[in-house]
Nanobody
Framework: QVQLVESGGGLVQAGGSLRLSCAAS????????VGWFRRAPGKEREFVGR????????YYSDAVKGRFNISRDDAKNTVCLQMNRLKPEDTAVYYC??????????????WGQGTQVTVSS
């Protein structure tokens, strides 16, 4: 059974940093495309970024490019989202997700339960 578990959320002041982790059981991250998403109150779910397969190529939304970084630790089978220079508008529940489809990069089969990030001004 596949399970993704996020951790590392919390309350931080604007300009600060947080590091989220996504741990997987039942799958091996280096053979998946792993994405991070967020949902702010009253808003649609938003793509944040992703890291893909063994090559580990990354891609970020314009909203976080240059501030957030996604990395993968194959030994621990975890994917991390390092968030720097946080802004109040980054406040959201953050989710990790994984999928193996190489033809449709927009879909994700497995999802975590989410972790809350709150950035105070």
């Amino acid at each position: 059974q596949v399970q993704l578990v996020e951790s590392g959320g919390g309350l931080v002041q604007a300009g600060g940093s947080l590091r989220l982790s996504c741990a997987a059981s039942g799958l091996t991250f280096r053979t998946y495309r792993v994405g991070w998403f967020r949902r702010a109150p009253g808003k649609e779910r938003e793509f944040v970024g992703r890291i893909a397969w063994s090559a580990g190529s990354t891609y970020y939304s314009d909203a976080v490019k240059g501030r957030f970084n996604i990395s993968r630790d194959d030994a621990k089978n975890t994917v991390c989202l390092q968030m720097n220079r946080l802004k109040p508008e980054d406040t959201a529940v953050y989710y990790c997700a994984a999928d193996q489809d190489i033809t449709n990069w927009a879909t994700y089969e497995y999802w975590g339960q989410g972790t809350q990030v709150t950035v105070s001004s």
